[in-house]
């Protein structure tokens, strides 16, 4: 269970049995055998049926949340609303500091060349003018193995090469134990055999490919999915138990990118996930925290959002499968949470993923994630979020790569891939799946 006791520091927190759970631990949910009542000064509230939480003072519990369950580069459960619109109405002027700012973003050409390719499969003409665009469109790169690292120096110098401010965008993502909460982890490491270290070499070789190149800039999002099961999953024994690993891996992360001064997003979950009245504290906490340990670098810029979700990012009409959350989109979810990291001396600005998000009320429960049928491309990246807490609207996800295998037999199946929204037959997470992608680029809101 989550502790926010007074300890050393959050790489020492290990879970805690006694007769009143601590402030911010679990009391009750589904199987859940440990104590009910809680310390003094807080009492136990139902965050969703499997999860419980001792929380200050007497908060009125909301009535439904969700756990979370997560697959190759994807996030667990998602809210949504029923409209979403090409861009926020509002301009702003980019935040001081603010990495996207005046620099020109950098196309993966692995992104591309997967495009190209399924381009060239799509028999329709205007359907293939359509999908040809996404090409151009900035997506993240996403170094989820070390087969993936010595890419990066391809990248890196061919940006170089553009001259003038290059930004190129990464994504963190190969933690020991990865994806604990997942009903089946796809990660390469394991913290039983040398997985922290393992891990630590992986960011080395990322670090020493980055610094060779100062003129570019990067901006890295951290660890999809981790911190927040840290938040809502410690009754999860593959979580507990790989808890100490995370927080250490994450501050290594976040020291050494600092130091070839990549700017850093955090990867904090969803509105549906971590937008709930009663996860919101212990998540500020948690990741101002981290941010703290790391030594509150200025080049840990902020947080990241809805990364590979469907959330939208503002709508006037939630998804009926959002009652009782508040945060019902992630702009609410944002600036519910920026007034608590601030106060937890986190000034943490924000980043959120719209890849997916053209398309709401689309999903039959508040948890599917996997390859949800109907979805579009969303909103294109852009500096203008309508919220000076937010610096871009991003793709982090690259629409057209499969959340997970609808196939029983694999060993990477997830039952959630199997769900009646989510369309099948679907490949293995993270392979190309032309039919999603076509869907995508049909149902793109705004049009291609």
């Known amino acids: 269970m989550f502790k926010l006791a007074a300890l ?17 631990g679990q ?56 409209a979403t619109s090409s861009a926020p109405g509002t301009t702003t002027t980019p935040t001081a500091g603010n990495p996207f700012a005046n620099c020109n973003v950098y196309l993966s050409p692995y992104y591309a060349n997967e495009i190209n390719a399924a381009v060239a499969q799509i028999s329709d003409a205007t359907t293939a003018a359509k999908a040809a665009k996404v090409a151009s469109i900035p997506t993240f790169i996403w170094l989820d193995s070390v087969s993936k690292i010595p890419s990066l120096d391809t990248y890196m110098a061919d940006a170089e090469s553009m001259g003038g401010c290059q930004l190129v965008q990464i994504v963190i993502y190969d933690l020991p134990n990865r994806d604990c909460h997942a009903k089946a982890s796809n990660g390469e490491f394991t913290i039983a055999n040398n997985g922290v270290a393992n891990y630590e070499n992986y960011i080395d070789q990322i670090v020493a490919i980055i610094k060779k190149y100062p003129t570019v800039k990067v901006v890295a999002v951290i660890e999809p999915d981790s911190l927040a099961n840290l938040v809502t999953n410690l009754s999860d024994p593959n979580c507990a138990n790989a808890q100490t690993a995370y927080l250490t891996c994450v501050n290594y992360a976040l020291k050494q990118l600092s130091s070839v001064n990549v700017i850093s997003y955090m990867d904090a979950g969803h509105a549906g996930w971590l937008g709930w009245a ?38 006037n009409s939630p998804d009926p499968i959002t009652q009782g959350d508040a945060c019902y989109d992630e702009m609410l979810y ?5 007034p608590l990291l601030q106060q937890q001396g986190f000034p943490a600005s924000f980043i959120v993923d719209q890849s997916r998000s053209g398309v709401q009320n689309i999903r039959t429960a508040w948890g599917d994630w996997c390859n949800v049928k109907g979805a579009g491309f ?38 959630s891939c199997s769900q009646s929204d989510a369309l099948q037959p679907a490949p293995e997470a993270g392979t190309w799946f032309q039919t999603y992608f076509v869907d995508l680029v049909t149902n793109a809101n705004p049009p291609l």
């Not at 807490?389 to 990477?412: M, Q, Y």
């Open 378 to 415: 969303g909103p294109r990246p852009s500096t203008n979020t309508g919220s000076s807490l937010i610096d871009s609207i991003v793709w982090v996800k690259p629409g057209g790569e499969c959340d997970g295998t609808s196939n029983s037999s694999s060993a990477r199946y997830d039952s």
């Open 278 to 315: 009663s996860n919101l504290g212990p998540a500020a906490q948690l990741f101002a925290q981290v941010y703290k340990n790391a030594g509150s670098p200025p080049q840990v810029r902020g947080l990241a959002t809805d990364v590979s979700n469907y959330n939208a990012l503002t709508t």
């Open 27 to 82: 009391c009750g949910g589904m199987g859940w055998t440990g104590p009910t009542t809680c310390v003094s000064g807080s009492s136990c509230v139902v965050s969703n049926p499997y999860y419980s939480q001792c929380l200050p003072g007497a908060a009125a519990p909301p009535s439904s949340s969700s756990s979370s369950s997560v697959s190759h580069s994807s996030s667990s459960s998602s809210a949504s609303g029923t």
């Open 8 to 24: 050393a520091s959050l790489l020492a927190l290990v879970p805690y049995v006694s007769a009143q759970s601590q402030l911010y």
């Open 334 to 338: 944002i600036q519910a949470l920026a």
